[in-house]
C-alpha cells in the first residue's frame, strides 16, 4: 500500500537524518537507506520540503506514542517523586536506543523549523500526553500560572537532555527534582498579599 511505502520512506529518512545530519539528507540516501531502487522516494515526495514534512510527521507520531505509552505504564503523578520518576524514565528514554536516534533527528528538525513555519506547526502538536500530565500535575498543587509554569518546566528538561545528547551521560535526577521544585515555587507577590491578609498565618 501507498501509505506503508510513505512510512517505510519516512522511517528511512529518520534513519539518514539520525546518522548523517540535515545535510546528508537527500532522496538517493533515502533509497539507499530503505533498499529501495533510485527515484522512489523522490515518487512519494516530490520535493526535499516534502521529504522532511513527512519526516517531521511521522517523527511526532512516533514521540506521541512514546509519550501515550509511558502515561499509560505509570499512574499519574501525584508527588514530586511520581512527577520526576517518569521525568527520569522520559529522559533515559529519549537518550538511548531507538530514542537516541529520534531525538537527533528532532533536534535537527527543529532547527530547519526556524525557516519554516509548517514544520514549526507539525514539530509541536496540540495535544500532548506528557504536557498535560504536567499541567494536571502543577495545577493539584496550587500552581496558578500553569500554562507558563509548565513550558519552563518541560522546555528546561528539554534542553537538559539536548545538553546529554551531545556530552553524554544521563539527566541527573537532582537537576530534574530541582526544575520542579521551582516550577512549585509559589510566587513572591502571592505570599506577600495572603501574608497582608488578616489572620494569615506567617
Known sequence: MASDRRTLLADAALDVLADEGIRGLTHRAVDRKAGMPTGTTSAYFRTRAA????????LVRLDQAELHTL???????RTVEEL???MVLLARQRLTGEGRRRSLARYACALESVRDRELREILV??????RDAVRLFLAAHGVTD?????HT???CIDGLIFDRLVSGGEV??????????????QDPGIRSSR????????
Open 51 to 58: 521529504l522532511l514534512t513527512g519526516l517531521v510527521t511521522r
Open 71 to 77: 502515561a499509560e505504564s505509570l499512574p499519574p503523578p
Open 84 to 86: 520526576v520518576d517518569g
Open 125 to 130: 502538536p496540540r495535544e500532548n500526553a506528557g
Open 146 to 150: 500553569v500554562e507558563n509554569r509548565s
Open 153 to 155: 518546566l518541560l522546555t
Open 172 to 185: 541527573p535526577r537532582e537537576a530534574l527534582e530541582g526544575l520542579v521544585a521551582a516550577a512549585l515555587r
Open 195 to 202: 501574608s497582608s491578609r488578616p489572620g494569615a498565618s506567617p
